[in-house]
């Protein structure tokens, strides 16, 4: 006959080990947010995140704008769309059946479809509508043995401040905005920011700015040098300081369905995508030790 005390130590035993096993770690989720269209957003997705897979991480694409053109850019046929993120945000698909791969490796992506410009007047009532994104993103890493954990979970966002891209934020750890060197970039930057605040204060309280990143610089234009310049004095040490210059290889890499960095890896464009995700990598490794403010 056992001993009591010997299989009371011998249960505490095995609920400690228990404890021990290790739990699918979630992602960082980084959403790429502007409302003002033509700024690099999509641009930045695809490549920061073919940087981010080149470098050795796991990275997943979030297409939430409809007009798919980060599933296009990434060489997604439209017919091959099987499930979209509009399918996984109104709860007729998980995120992971969604999830397809890509011609990079260790890069992934959850394309739209247009029926996500619809999704609004499908969802707007619904009492979770701005936590979808939130509610689908959760079970990502849950271990399937087929199928790797994600690092870096990128969310592109529409060029609008509308639920879709309410969900991005609400979902994310951290808001990444692209900025274009022109003249109204700052008066777009300060609305943005509201709305951050405003998703803070009301549905993620753990959102920060990531960074800024200055998009379409022409070094030969003092325009382009003067904004820069004032976005820096305004906003000091979040302002990465990569900077994405004007380069005729990044616009045309889209209409070959893949990323600068596939489409020509030393071209000017390829080069400042991987310094900005070196940069983004250090950045996270600064803020898991809280040097960032």
């Given at each position: 006959m056992s001993d009591p005390a010997t299989t009371t130590a011998t249960a505490e035993t095995v609920i400690d080990w228990s404890k021990r096993i290790d739990k699918p770690k979630p992602p960082r989720v980084l959403a790429i947010a502007n409302q003002k269209g033509g700024v690099g957003k999509t641009t930045t997705a695809i490549n920061l995140g073919t940087?981010?897979?080149?470098?050795?991480?796991q990275v997943l694409i979030v297409d939430l704008d409809p007009q798919g053109n980060a599933s296009t850019g990434l060489g997604i046929d439209r017919r091959n769309r099987r499930h979209?993120?509009?399918?996984?945000?109104?709860?007729?698909?998980?995120?992971?059946e969604a999830?397809?791969?890509?011609?990079v490796p260790r890069l992934s992506i959850a394309p739209s479809t247009l029926d996500l410009s619809g999704?609004?007047?499908?969802?707007?009532?619904?009492?979770?509508?701005?936590?979808?994104?939130?509610?689908?993103?959760?079970?990502?890493?849950?271990?399937?043995?087929d199928a790797p954990d994600f690092n870096y979970?990128?969310?592109?966002?529409?060029?609008?401040?509308?639920?879709?891209?309410?969900?991005?934020?609400?979902a994310a750890n951290a808001i990444l905005v692209p900025l274009q060197c022109e003249f109204f970039a700052l008066e777009g930057l300060s609305q943005l920011l509201k709305t951050v605040d405003q998703v803070k204060e009301n549905l993620n309280p753990g959102l920060t700015i990531h960074g800024i990143v200055l998009t379409m610089h022409d070094a030969r234009n003092n325009l382009s040098n003067q904004v820069a310049a004032d976005v820096r004095q305004h906003m000091g040490s979040k302002v990465y300081e990569t900077m994405i210059p004007r380069n005729v290889r990044v616009s045309e890499a889209p209409s070959y369905g893949k990323?600068?960095?596939?489409?020509?890896l030393k071209c000017v464009g390829s080069e400042a995508y991987l310094r900005l995700a070196t940069e983004i990598i250090?950045?996270?490794?600064?803020?898991?030790?809280?040097?960032v403010d």
């Open positions: 940087a981010l897979a080149a470098i050795g991480e979209s993120t509009y399918d996984v945000l109104c709860g007729e698909a998980t995120l992971r999830v397809l791969p890509t011609a999704l609004e007047l499908q969802i707007g009532q619904e009492r979770d509508r701005a936590y979808r994104l939130r509610t689908a993103l959760a079970p990502l890493n849950a271990g399937q043995p979970v990128l969310v592109d966002c529409p060029p609008s401040l509308n639920l879709l891209t309410v969900n991005a934020m609400a990323p600068v960095l596939v489409y020509d250090q950045r996270e490794k600064e803020l898991r030790a809280g040097r």
